[in-house]
């Protein structure tokens, strides 16, 4: 593959919202090595910004990504420790946006898949375009998820659905991934990224210690038995209200004004 001259992922803010944003228009903004490591390390510095309170994960041109680069993926089968290291770094960037304690928003257009589908779902919350096609396409072609899709979408959409995606390759359009509960709202043009972006922007106004705790309870209480979370909650909830942003929450609900969180 010839070397690219422009940077893959192109790391920008919006007032207080960070956006990550593949741009290999021109290859449908396949996911390399060199994507996934510019995924994290944008993530890094987003973290390490205390004034950022979420981050928006979009892409340039027609399609959000249809996958891996399979031209790096045939150069890499002759050399298993390379391979294992090029599912090993889109594994650890995957996680790594789940994990996040920013609320991590994605914005969808044209083509989602394989990969791209496995990036959306490490993702929180997911606005599509009304031209938005979702699959997986693995199946197709030998190949299996290597970057959690395997178990994301099935906890996602449940095992039914996610067996056929997985089975038989096949497409679902926007208004289908919604019902299925695959993305929460379907904008209406092909341009998802305005509406997702407004959206960061009413998060921007949240606690960031706020929307870390919920976002913790929400992912980690999925995978625990219900007893469990319930305590995780009651543990967190009490350490939250002894919290600073809440004496300035409280402060704000009694003089009927919007906080003014730190």
Known sequence: ????????????????????RLNRPAKFNCLSTAVMSG????LD????DSTIRAVLVASEGKHFCTGADLDEVKGLRSDRAALTHFIATGHAALCRLEASALPVVVAVQGLCLAGGLELMLACDVAFAGADARFGDQH??????????????LTRTVGMRRASDLFFSANWID????KA????????ADAAPVQEALAYCRTLAERSRSGLATMKRLARQGADLPLADGLRLEQELAVDALLAGDVTEGLAAFQERRKPRFA
Do not use: H
């Open 1 to 20: 593959m010839s070397a690219e001259t422009t940077p893959p992922v192109l790391a920008e803010r919006d007032g207080s919202v960070g956006i990550i």
């Open 174 to 177: 926007a208004e289908t991934a």
């Open 180 to 187: 299925w509960g695959l993305v929460n709202a379907v904008t």
């Open 45 to 48: 510095g987003f973290e390490g």
């Open 39 to 42: 995924i994290a390390a944008a």
């Open 139 to 152: 199946a197709q072609f030998g190949l299996i998820p290597g970057w959690g899709g395997s178990q994301r």
